[in-house]
């Protein structure tokens, strides 16, 4: 049965939902009326295309014409309304847009609902009839406990039957998508358990060991150089026979064992941010000394061999100083020293006193 919105009176021309778009004429007769679908139309509104894609228009006055004025519309909106289209042109079929004024229900419209509403209930009814019997079948297909041989046990290619409890009995599966039994779901958990509790067991043993070694390493129990460290680098034991992998690794062993021989530190020590190492206080002679403690030796030390020494002659340098002057002062006293008398030079050189001799005023010097 057909059916069609009916459309509210739009005097104005402003109600959208009055608004027709692409309304498909079929069957067109030259110069004969074609009726709009929502009785009345605007004429300035009609707009009318050969094509669905509106590429094509139709031309008012050549290709088509308004036909049927509704006076009273027309006088009510105070614009031109028609009720039917005339084409003057042979045109099988058009598309049309236009802005309807509203629908008016005839007394043939109305009568005619009226027998499709009747028509409607008596096939309403037969419908409800033929539920009736549908349901009543279906009832009776859900009641039987055993429609088309199905059965309690799992039978192959069969319909299931549910037990007096409501549950399902099934075989074992063989796909993924099938389905599984109690029974198939508990020896599949006991499986995956003994799985898993041995791969627990496995990896508590390997994680045990990790952990004993690296203990062993941080207590240092085992030297943390290996021999492989110490093997020349062009050294492929791939290449090298067993004698000569045997004699390098004996070099190896020697040469790591010299590098750690007397070290027996009872732990690692950790880089700080500067990659430093931080040590406390030296005890023994044999302990790493920080930078507070060696300053201090320094400082200690430095003192001593200035030992009270004036500030003129703390450093090396004054010292050095020093010395080149005293050298110089020493090589001219030295000098000086070569060009003196000896007594016995200087003993020739003076006159004996009895060579003198005064008489009075008078100094009588004999020679």
């Known amino acids: 049965m057909a059916t069609k919105k009916l459309l509210n009176a739009d005097v104005n021309m402003q109600n959208m939902d009055n608004r027709v778009i692409s309304e498909h004429a079929t069957g067109i007769v030259p110069n004969k009326p074609y009726y709009v679908n929502h009785s009345i139309y605007f004429a300035e509104s009609l707009k009318v295309y050969a094509n669905e894609s509106k590429t094509t228009d139709l031309i008012e006055g050549s290709d088509y014409a308004f036909a049927e004025i509704d006076s009273i519309a027309s006088e009510m909106a105070n614009k031109d309304c028609y009720r039917a289209i005339i084409f003057l042109t042979n045109v099988t079929e058009a598309w049309i847009d236009y802005h309807s004024y509203g629908d008016i229900v005839s007394a043939e419209t109305f009568n005619k609902l009226v027998d499709e509403l009747v028509a409607s209930a008596e096939s309403s009814e037969d419908m409800q009839a033929q539920l009736t019997s549908i349901a009543n079948t279906l009832n009776i297909h859900i009641n039987d406990k055993k429609p088309h041989?199905?059965?309690?046990?799992?039978?192959?290619?069969?319909?299931?039957?549910?037990?007096?409890?409501?549950?399902?009995?099934?075989?074992?599966?063989?796909?993924?998508?099938?389905?599984?039994?109690?029974?198939?779901?508990?020896?599949?958990?006991?499986?995956?358990?003994?799985?898993?509790?041995?791969?627990?067991?496995?990896?508590?043993?390997?994680?045990g060991d990790d952990v004993e070694v690296l203990e062993q390493k941080v207590k240092t129990k085992t030297p943390a150089l290996e021999i492989e460290d110490f093997l020349p680098?062009?050294?492929?034991?791939?290449?090298?026979?067993?004698?000569?992998?045997?004699?390098?690794?004996?070099?190896?062993?020697?040469?790591?064992?010299?590098?750690?021989?007397?070290?027996?530190?009872?732990?690692?020590?950790?880089?700080?941010?500067?990659?430093?190492?931080?040590?406390?206080?030296?005890?023994?002679?044999?302990?790493?000394?920080?930078?507070?403690?060696?300053?201090?030796?320094?400082n200690e030390r430095l003192a001593a061999l200035i030992d009270n020494a004036p500030e003129a002659l703390d450093t090396l340098g004054e010292l050095a100083d020093l010395l080149q002057y005293e050298h110089s002062a020493l090589g001219a006293i030295h000098s000086a020293l070569g060009h003196r008398y000896t007594k016995k030079e200087a003993d020739n050189l003076f006159v004996k006193k009895d060579a003198f001799v005064l008489d009075g005023t008078t100094l009588k010097i004999t020679i």
Do not use: C, M, W
């Open 149 to 207: 041989g199905a059965a309690v046990t799992a039978q192959a290619d069969s319909l299931a039957l549910r037990t007096n409890t409501g549950a399902l009995k099934v075989s074992a599966p063989t796909a993924d998508d099938e389905a599984v039994t109690l029974g198939h779901q508990e020896t599949a958990i006991q499986k995956a358990k003994t799985e898993i509790t041995q791969k627990i067991d496995t990896e508590i043993i390997a994680v």
């Open 233 to 298: 680098e062009d050294f492929d034991p791939e290449e090298a026979t067993p004698e000569e992998t045997s004699q390098a690794n004996q070099a190896a062993a020697a040469e790591r064992d010299a590098a750690t021989e007397g070290i027996q530190p009872y732990h690692n020590v950790v880089r700080n941010k500067n990659g430093s190492v931080t040590v406390p206080e030296a005890v023994d002679d044999t302990d790493a000394v920080n930078k507070s403690t060696l300053l201090a030796t320094i």
